[in-house]
């Protein structure tokens, strides 16, 4: 992406240039078609499908998907050739602060399988989630310390 964006600042600096020599120049459908290529590590279903697609047997893992109805998690299977999007986080329903967790109001998956999705274009683009907060190592071990002393007592190496 920052390569793309390099590319975008050159252009610039070049028009920038030619106009002080006089030159006009015209650079807008260049850079719309860079900006077409800059999707913040998204990636359409029809160019590409996730690591391990192509191998039945095997899980692809959880990805971020965008869907025509918003933007939620979900994985590919490929011995199913579907996508499993959880559809909680794209109703109203997520973000109404009285849901009973008690009652089953859990999240619902909704298989769509890659004909329907071909069809209706249901599951747009994926990308690969983003890693999760590591604490630095020193708060990691004070964290495992407390612990310890809470089931333990205090009684540990």
Known sequence: MQGLEKILEDIDDYQNEMEESGIPLQTGWVKNIIRKHMNDGWIPVERELP???????????????????????????????????????????????????????????VRCENEVNEKHRIVLAWRPLSEPYRPEAGLRTDWRNRMLDTFLGGHHD
């Open 51 to 109: 690591p391990n697609a192509k191998h039945k047997g095997t899980l692809c893992p959880r990805c971020q998907l965008d869907t025509k109805y918003g933007v939620t998690e979900g994985w590919y299977n490929p011995d199913l050739e579907s996508w499993f999007v959880l559809i909680w986080f794209m109703t109203e329903r997520y973000l109404d602060s009285e849901i009973d967790f008690e009652r089953g109001a859990h999240p619902k998956i």
